[in-house]
């Protein structure tokens, strides 16, 4: 058994202390006003986001239990501390990934709340938990939306001219260009070393070049949602509000999307 990190541990506490007031069960619970916590919070959940399934499986068991959903008594047991959670925002259904339990404060919703959304929960489909990754959606005051996705691309290291042209970080894009220009034609062995170094910076700075950029763009973090691909998460994004726009946004697939399972295997992932 592996021990669960502190910070997971003040989390859980967190959450159970939040819980003391109402022990009702059968119904599903939402974040209450003023009650967000800040790692929540930095995720993007918002106050009344209704909390539906966790790990496929649709969640009736009460504030109080909530805290020992994530974490048993006896540990993790091993397993990894991530969770796939469902949330009900205005009436759509979106994903997210965690890597801590929630500690924000619940509400449990009205009888009318929990029927209405277990009937949009009918019609959501999951995918395998290995599949999922979260992708950051970034927002201009325009309603555009950039897809921002942090899986580690080989690319970076690779090839980082045509790593920042797919991601169009073209400011970037064409100061390394005259570097290695410049460093190529002051000493070949200058731009072998510079070409090293190039790669393995894009490589580990991934992450934050592509945040800092979107940001840069004058862009704010609007949803945090996990898919199995950016076309799942910009149909969401337009469910939540038609006036949303993509930004480059990919074409539907013709290819009809097969009906999974609502309980996913996560271990597989594991």
Not at 67 to 80: A, D, K, V, W
Request: with cysteine; proline share 4%; glycine share 4%.
């Amino acid at each position: 058994m592996i021990d669960s990190p502190p910070e997971e541990l003040e989390a859980v506490q967190a959450a159970g202390s939040l819980g003391d007031g109402d022990d009702t069960q059968g119904r599903l619970i939402k974040i209450s006003e003023s009650g967000i916590s800040v790692p929540d919070f930095v995720k993007r959940l918002d106050e009344n986001d209704i909390l539906v399934a966790i790990d496929g499986k649709i969640y009736l068991d009460g504030i109080k239990n909530l805290s020992t959903t994530f974490i048993p008594p006896g540990g993790l047991e091993g397993q990894e501390a991530k969770w796939l959670l469902t949330f009900c925002r205005s009436g759509v259904i979106f994903d997210i990934l965690l890597e801590r339990p929630l500690s924000s404060v619940f509400l449990v919703t009205t009888q009318e709340e929990t029927e209405s959304v277990k009937k949009i929960l009918s019609e959501h489909k999951f995918d395998d938990f290995q599949n999922y990754e979260n992708f950051e959606v970034y927002k201009s005051k325009n309603r555009t939306c950039d897809i921002v996705s942090f899986k580690k691309d080989p690319l970076a290291l690779i090839f980082p001219i045509l790593w920042l042209s797919k991601n169009r970080l073209y400011t970037p894009l064409s100061v390394i260009s005259m570097v290695y220009v410049f460093s190529f034609f002051l000493n070949f062995y200058l731009f072998l070393i510079v070409a090293v170094i190039i790669s393995v910076y894009m490589d580990r700075a991934q992450e934050n070049l592509l945040r800092s950029f979107t940001m840069y763009a004058d862009k704010f973090h609007y949803m945090t949602i996990a898919a199995s691909n950016e076309i799942d998460v910009a149909t969401i994004l337009k469910n939540v509000d038609p006036r949303n726009k993509v930004r480059f946004e990919k074409p539907q697939s013709k290819k009809k999307r097969d009906t999974v399972k609502k309980t996913m295997n996560k271990s597989a992932g594991m």
